[in-house]
């Protein structure tokens, strides 16, 4: 996750893991709805799934972010029954937050590499209207080669 982040222009270097607290002041928050560190989706039940996301409606109402992103639609479909979610904006807020969903960053991902995640954490941050921080010239998650 972390060298897409940094090539989707959110970071202005590759953050480390331990670093994920600094990405707010960044403008960026990004959650898994369970906190606890799974191989696989399939390990998480589905009160877990609803456990998650009545914290994160919490949290929310707490912090007030403007963009709230989730990692992994099966996640955000099973812990708000949004079972036609796709990747992306949806239509549904959280409090006043508006809602993206990321794809999962597990190497598991087949259909998300990282230069395909880079792309999608890319569209957030172009429409939560941040600048690119990347510094990188020529190898942007959209293939500009210049900027």
Same mark, same amino acid.
């Given at each position: 996750m972390w060298p897409a982040l940094h090539?989707? !222009?959110f970071t202005p270097h590759r953050f480390r893991p331990e670093q994920e607290r600094d990405l707010l002041g960044l403008g960026l928050g990004i959650t898994?709805?369970? #906190? #606890?560190p799974? /191989? #696989?989706a399939s390990e998480l039940t589905p009160d877990e799934y609803l456990r998650g !996301?009545?914290? +994160?409606v919490r949290r929310t109402a707490a912090l007030r972010p403007t963009w709230l992103a989730f990692l992994g639609v099966t996640g955000y479909r099973a812990a708000f029954g949004a079972v036609d979610a796709r990747v992306g904006a949806q239509s549904a807020s959280i409090g006043? @937050?508006?809602?993206?969903v990321l794809p999962n960053p597990s190497g598991l991902? /087949?259909?998300? =590499? =990282? @230069? @395909? +995640?880079a792309v999608e954490f /890319?569209? +957030?941050r172009v429409a939560a209207g941040l600048p690119d921080r990347s510094g990188l010239i020529g190898d942007g998650p959209f293939g500009q080669s210049a900027r």
């Open positions: 090539r989707s !222009g898994s709805i369970v #906190r #606890r799974t /191989a #696989r !996301g009545e914290d +994160l006043d @937050a508006r809602v993206w991902n /087949a259909h998300y =590499p =990282p @230069a @395909a +995640l /890319a569209k +957030l």
